[in-house]
């Protein structure tokens, strides 16, 4: 997906518009899926960064997981990722990943 593809309205996802959040489990990503599906996407950690709105020490910080990161960056984070193509596949008994969309044929 082409950089100019995400719009800067688009990136705003509907779960900040509730009210902040406390917690990084509210985000659903570890800083494992997030660098498997930067990866996935050939994306540098400055392209993650402005894809999502936010520093990018903010997005190195949280895949060195020096810490759990504000929950709002994170749900940002996620969601740049969702937009460039990414779909989470959620914690189970063989782990939790990330894997690229399969594009959709109209």
């Known amino acids: 997906m082409?950089?100019?593809a995400i719009s800067p309205a688009a990136k705003q996802p509907s779960a900040t518009s509730q009210g902040p959040r406390n917690e990084t489990a509210d985000a659903g990503?570890?800083?494992e899926q997030c660098r498997a599906?930067?990866?996935l996407l050939d994306w540098s950690?400055?392209?993650l960064a402005r894809h999502a709105g936010v520093p990018v020490d903010c997005v190195r910080i949280f895949e060195r997981r020096r810490n759990e990161g504000d929950a709002d960056t994170v749900e940002?984070?996620?969601h740049a990722l969702e937009l460039?193509?990414?779909e989470f596949i959620p914690e189970d008994k063989k782990g939790a990943g990330?894997?690229?969309?399969k594009p959709s044929r109209k």
Do not use: F, H, P, T
């Open 37 to 39: 599906a930067r990866g």
């Open 76 to 78: 940002l984070i996620r």
């Open 98 to 101: 990330a894997r690229l969309r």
């Open 29 to 31: 990503l570890s800083s």
């Open 45 to 47: 950690v400055q392209k």
């Open 84 to 86: 460039g193509g990414i």
């Open 2 to 4: 082409s950089e100019d």
